[in-house]
């Protein structure tokens, strides 16, 4: 039985740092690209960034460019988001997706598996 278990959100000021975890199970986590998705309330999903099986290759929406890091260890088969100078609009449940021999898997229909998400609020 997969697993997606994300961790890590919380509400802050803006201008903070969060650091997201995602811990992945029962599958071949080294065949997968991980992406992290968010929705803010009454807004469509919007994929944040993925990150190639390998680790070698990442992507990034043009919002969080510069502000948030996507990586991945492979021994604990675990998933981050490290998400710096934060804004009021990065509010959004956090979700990580795992998509098989996929890149760079920028459609939602290319993931399999989702974890239930985590709360990420910035206040202003």
């Known amino acids: ?19 997201l975890s995602c811990a992945a ?7 997968y690209t991980m992406g992290w998705v968010r929705q803010a309330p009454g807004k469509e999903r919007v994929l944040v ?8 290759e990442t992507y990034y929406a043009d919002s969080v460019k510069g502000r ?3 990586s991945r260890n492979a021994a604990n088969s ?4 490290q998400m710096n100078s934060l804004k009021p609009e990065d509010t959004a449940v956090y ?5 098989p021999g996929s890149w760079p898997a920028l459609r939602f229909n290319d993931y ?6 985590t709360q990420v609020t910035v206040s202003s």
Do not use: M, P
């Open 78 to 81: 675990a998933v981050y988001l």
């Open 1 to 19: 039985q997969v697993q997606l278990v994300e961790s890590g959100g919380g509400l802050v000021q803006a201008g903070a740092s969060l650091r």
């Open 68 to 70: 948030f890091t996507i």
């Open 25 to 31: 199970s029962g599958l071949t986590f080294n065949r």
């Open 49 to 56: 960034a993925t990150i190639k099986w390998s680790g070698a």
């Open 95 to 99: 979700y990580c997706a795992a998509a």
């Open 112 to 117: 399999n598996y989702w974890g239930r998400g």
